[in-house]
């Protein structure tokens, strides 16, 4: 049974060349396929293979479903029966950046090859299900041109990075602000993928290799899982790639530098498509082939990548799967989590790199130094890599948070990520944890709909606070509690806070008249000798408030019984007993 459902017109619609040739070969690998053509691709696929299904998965901003591309061998044709099958999933996601389509091309080709192919890749398909997403972006890849990637060699035409909306779907894993992520995180949740692969295109320094990697910071993964990948499932994928003839390295994660003395992994926060998957236990890798190498060079270096895996996931899926289990056992129990990390700068490992010489040359166009690579001047040689991170922040984690129903936003991404939580059946005054927020910046120019917050500092206090009937409680016992504890703590990174979900409650919504508040404020200063040594002392520590009769009545406002306790009190609350 075939679940793709497509307008009469997209099934009309035939490619000129065979039903099975991409349009990437048939133009040799100088364009890529269109929305429609693909689909059409896939679906004949489906039409000719039992072993594949197309299922739809939610909206996205452009108005057409989101799809799955499922091949398995098995009789399971849901997500949730996939899941007791015992087989490792394998989640591929293309196009989350139209304009850097290798992975839409390769992944049709590795998926015919695969199929046609059945009787020597029948045992690999016996151990893993692959689910493919064709296009996550289907807004963008909508929009196809042929100029906004000036940096990128290839293909004549192509998509455009942002979506229908104008989001940059790799930064919104956790502020979910487009239907793509929603209907992406219920695929992500109902399949549970135990390795994710996510194509994409570099920007960059030139160098010579093709295809590098952004992989899952094995640190943050944490314990055998991380280890696990950082051992056994990344040496396999490098060992594959150089057999191959498209030898990897880590993502040359270079920026302002010059790469020919090594670097930094690059740390992939949740609101990646890959730091998003980590916070379930899900290892991935995003492919990134170098921009100004050949079309050619960059489909075929992912179609590799794409086999590497497959290898890699066959002779390692049981154990992978395994260690996900024993992990999601484990982490049910754990009390403390590291919420940011910073590079540990004690040690590095060495890696081989063959990059160009960078030189300085006079700029036709300033006058000034400019910087270009010399591909006259290749060079191989070792560089250092930094890829050990350590905490920077730690926290205890309550038994539950309460999130008051207000929060709608909130508890709508936490159920669309499958989190376990229970209304309150009654109204309740409970003693929990609140946190005052103490400080915090802002970034000055709009971060993809957004004024991001960072460097976010809080203050502990303990209340008796009532809840009104139908507000939510969270256990943090839950195997997917990285996720719950990321988003809802807020001095992490990439929280709901940081995002601006609470933005309303850093507006004081009350305030004074300062001649009517004035005699008021001698009387509470009367009434509270710690107050008034306290003004006192901060007077003498700061001319500016010593020199200012408004910032003082402020003072004396904000430590009074007259500040509205939701100003700058964050609204959820943890229980810790």
């Not at 452009?62 to 087989?87: C, M, S, W, Y």
């Not at 996601?93 to 139209?98: D, E, T």
């Not at 015919?112 to 289907?138: C, H, T, W």
């Not at 139908?470 to 943090?476: E, H, K, R, T």
């Amino acid at each position: 049974m075939k679940y793709l459902l497509l307008c009469a017109s997209l099934l009309l619609i035939a490619p000129v060349y065979g039903q099975l040739t991409t349009r990437c070969e048939a133009s040799n690998y100088t364009e890529t396929a269109t929305y429609e053509e693909a689909m059409t691709f896939y679906q004949t696929l489906a039409d000719t293979y039992d072993e594949v299904s197309i299922l739809e998965h939610g909206q996205t901003d452009i108005g057409i479903p989101l799809h799955v591309v499922l091949i398995n061998t098995g009789a399971e044709r849901t997500p949730e029966a996939l899941q007791n099958a015992g087989k490792a999933i394998w989640l591929i996601n293309n196009a989350i950046h139209p304009g850097e389509p290798d992975g839409v091309s390769a992944c049709q080709m590795f998926a015919r090859d695969l199929l046609q192919n059945m009787e020597s890749n029948g045992s690999a398909l016996d151990k893993v299900a692959i689910a493919i997403i064709p296009f996550y972006n289907i807004g963008g890849t909508l929009n196809r041109n042929s100029t906004t990637r000036v940096n990128q060699n290839g293909p004549e035409e192509y998509g455009f990075r942002g979506n229908s909306r104008h989001y940059d779907l790799n930064r919104d894993f956790i502020k979910s602000d487009t239907r793509n992520t929603k209907s992406f995180h219920e695929i992500f949740q109902r399949y549970d993928p135990d390795f994710l692969l996510d194509t994409h295109t570099s920007n960059g320094s030139d160098y010579q290799h093709v295809m590098t990697l952004v992989y899952s910071q094995k640190d943050k993964l944490g314990g055998e899982l991380g280890k696990f990948l950082d051992e056994v499932l990344l040496p396999q994928t490098y060992a594959g790639m150089k057999e191959r003839k498209f030898e990897a390295i880590p993502y040359v994660n270079s920026w302002g530098k010059t790469p020919d003395h090594g670097w930094t992994q690059f740390l992939e926060l949740p609101r990646y498509s890959t730091g998003y998957a980590a916070l379930f236990h899900t290892p991935g890798y995003m492919s990134e082939t170098h921009m100004l190498k050949s079309f050619e060079q960059r489909v075929k270096s992912t179609y590799e990548l794409m086999w590497t895996m497959l290898d890699m996931l066959e002779d390692n899926g049981e154990e992978l799967v395994r260690l996900r289990e024993a992990t999601k056992s484990k982490i049910v129990n754990q009390s403390n989590f590291e919420i940011s990390w910073s590079v540990d700068t004690t040690g590095y490992k060495s890696i081989l790199f063959s990059g160009y010489e960078p030189v300085y040359v006079e700029s036709g166009i300033s006058g000034l130094q400019r910087l270009k690579y010399d591909q006259g001047q290749p060079f191989t040689k070792e560089v250092k890599f930094m890829d050990d991170y350590r905490a920077d922040k730690t926290i205890e984690a309550p038994k539950f948070y309460i999130v008051p129903q207000q929060w709608r936003r909130v508890l709508e991404l936490l159920s669309t990520n499958q989190i376990e939580m229970s209304p309150l059946q009654c109204d309740s005054i409970i003693e929990v944890e609140t946190y005052e927020i103490t400080d915090f910046k802002t970034v000055r120019n709009p971060y993809e709909g957004h004024y991001r917050h960072y460097g976010v500092e809080v203050e502990a206090t303990r209340a008796a606070i009532k809840f009104r009937k139908g507000d939510v409680l969270i256990p943090v016992n839950q195997w997917r509690n990285r996720y719950i504890v990321e988003t809802l703590e807020p001095e992490a990174p990439d929280s709901f806070f940081a995002w601006n979900f609470f933005d309303a409650l850093l507006q004081q919504k009350e305030h004074f008249s300062s001649y009517v508040f004035e005699d008021h404020a001698l009387k509470i200063l009367e009434q509270n000798p710690e107050l008034r040594r306290a003004l006192a002392e901060a007077k003498a520590n700061d001319p500016k408030l010593a020199e200012s009769a408004n910032m003082q009545l402020e003072f004396i406002f904000q430590r009074s019984e007259h500040r509205e306790p939701e100003y700058m009190r964050y609204p959820i609350f943890r229980i810790m007993k």
